[in-house]
């Protein structure tokens, strides 16, 4: 954290000096979307946040998905095992 706040205050702030409270708040936002959309990150292997970051969800997603269906299949055995038992 210590990281990212150094970067924007090189990056940006210190580059920039604004004149007012709401110029920072529009600068800041302006860098923020920069920094996670379009700059690249050495400790991510050079993608922006943004692509990790919705990549992993992505993953997540998958395998959820495949838990489900795991889990669909699963509790369909059970169900037959369980008529098999009460004919």
């Not at 946040?49 to 992505?58: A, C, D």
């Not at 395998?63 to 369980?82: A, F, G, K």
Request: proline share 3%; hydrophobic share 30%.
């Amino acid at each position: 954290m210590e990281q990212f706040w150094r970067t924007v205050k090189y990056e940006d702030v210190y580059l920039t000096c604004y004149e007012s409270i709401r110029k920072l708040k529009v600068g800041l936002t302006e860098h923020f979307k920069h920094y996670n959309e379009n700059r690249l990150h050495q400790a991510l292997d050079y993608p922006p946040p943004h692509k990790v970051y919705f990549m992993s969800i992505e993953k997540s997603f998958k395998t959820l998905r495949s838990l489900e269906q795991l889990s669909n299949t699963q509790n369909d055995d059970e169900v037959i095992v369980l008529d098999s038992t009460l004919a």
